[in-house]
């Protein structure tokens, strides 16, 4: 993927607003011995990166001031009412070195203990790998095709090739959580009790 990355003579929330109605979003980029970069994107192309990659970590080619530098995205700033995107971040790759970078997690396969009744619980969304810049994977299946109902999959059981997921490995990553039980299910039967009627005394006849 390719992106143009403008440059930007005026920083500051206000000069941030113009820009955005310009139809361009401030950005910037930073890396490993490298001078930050404040630059802008049009809206259209960081909008159609995003729909392309459905949110997963894609190496991008930028084009800066006439050179040609690899980056990805790290971070984006959206407003919290309108859904309008305000800003975003991007950091520079360097070929030889490797980077920590935030990969989304995707479930595959159907679970035997979810058929079974249990529940698919995702405890992480997203792991924090490193790797070099060729080696960052868009994303991380996690299979559960083998799941019954009380399994959980651990950082430590993912298999990774080419990168190492730098998260604690005993970090649950999927779980097949036990169905709930319904509140009726959960109140105690109470015991019912039949009463006997108290007997009657037939009265006795006058003298």
Do not use: C, W
Request: net charge negative; proline share 7%.
């Amino acid at each position: 993927m390719e992106l143009e990355i403008l440059p930007r003579e005026k920083l500051g929330s206000n000069a941030a607003k113009k820009y955005r109605k310009q139809g361009l979003i401030p950005v910037e980029l930073y890396g490993h011995g490298e001078n930050n970069i404040h630059g802008l994107v049009k809206k259209g192309d960081l909008i159609r990166i995003l729909h392309e990659t459905h949110g997963e970590s894609v190496v991008i080619s930028a084009k800066i001031n006439g050179q040609k530098k690899q980056i990805i995205l790290k971070d984006i700033q959206v407003h919290p009412v309108r859904d309008e995107i305000l800003h975003a971040d991007f950091l520079i790759l360097h070929a030889e070195e490797e980077v920590e970078v935030e990969v989304p997690v995707v479930i595959v396969g159907e679970a035997p203990g979810v058929r079974a009744g249990g529940i698919l619980e995702v405890m992480t969304r997203t792991l924090a790998v490193r790797a070099l810049p060729a080696n960052i994977p868009p994303h991380i299946e996690v299979d559960v095709s083998s799941l019954n109902v009380g399994d959980s999959i651990h950082v430590k059981d993912i298999t990774t090739k080419g990168f190492t997921i730098a998260e604690d490995p005993e970090t649950v990553v999927v779980v097949i959580a036990a169905p709930k039980k319904t509140e009726e299910e959960e109140k105690p039967e109470e015991e019912t009790t039949t009463e006997t009627p108290a007997p009657t005394e037939t009265p006795k006849p006058e003298s």
